[in-house]
């Protein structure tokens, strides 16, 4: 499935950014009286915009949610950022896409300026030939990222496609009209690539590198 324009989701995709965030969350939800549940049920907070998640999981309003995420998101900043690591193999994945001439591209929901320090704390953005995230809560929403990382690689739809863990990958690049590759790094539900559409699942970034070059 070779294509000259790759985008990768971030958080649960190129890095396991899931210490941070559910450290960060779970004290949240707690100082607030919430049940935060186990860790593995915190795992449907890594993909979509915090405020999405937090009133479809929690049933808050609107208000609630922005509340919730504004404390998330300073304790985050401060504390939580750098709680991460590069996935397994995605190093070696970037380095071969980049020697076979493919353009890459970050498109995530997670606010940009996160997305940008880690990738140069951990001396990343030497792959990435464009970086797009949430600028804003209002513009968090996977397809226009999807969108605008296209149009930032003047990327053709026919000759690009998305790889990411969740659903929300999986249908932001169909509203794009590209297709995705689920990587099943642990944070998805059972049968959620399929449900979505994704035109292929990998488990690991060994078996991606070898779709995305074959």
Same mark, same amino acid.
């Given at each position: 499935? %070779? ?60 208000? !609630? ?10 304790? %985050? ?5 750098? @709680? #991460? ?7 070696? #994945? ?32 030497? %792959? ?15 397809? !226009? ?34 297709? #995705? ?28 590198? @070898?779709?995305?070059?074959?």
């Amino acid at each position: 499935m %070779y294509k000259r324009y790759v985008l990768f989701d971030f958080d649960g995709t190129l890095f396991d950014t899931s210490p941070g965030i559910l450290r960060c969350l779970r004290a949240v939800l707690e100082k607030n009286g919430m049940d935060a549940h186990t860790d593995r049920w915190l795992h449907r907070f890594i993909g979509p915009p915090v405020i999405d998640a937090l009133m479809e999981f929690y049933g808050v309003s609107r208000e !609630e949610a922005e509340r919730l995420k504004s404390e998330y998101r300073v304790l %985050y900043r401060a504390e939580g950022v750098y @709680e #991460c690591a590069p996935m397994e193999g995605a190093e070696d #994945c970037l380095r071969a896409l980049r020697a076979a001439g493919v353009k890459i591209a970050v498109a995530t929901s997670k606010p940009e300026y996160f997305a940008v320090q880690i990738l140069e704390r951990f001396k990343f953005t030497e %792959y990435f030939d464009a970086v797009c995230g949430a600028e804003s809560d209002a513009h968090s929403g996977k397809a !226009e990222i999807v969108a605008r990382a296209l149009k930032k690689l003047n990327a053709p739809a026919d000759d690009a496609v998305m790889v990411g863990d969740r659903k929300y990958d999986v249908l932001g690049a169909k509203a794009c009209k590209i297709p #995705c590759i689920g990587l099943d790094s642990g944070f998805a539900e059972e049968g959620e690539f399929a449900a979505a559409g994704a035109v292929a699942v990998v488990s690991g970034f060994r078996e991606l590198t @070898e779709m995305l070059l074959g």
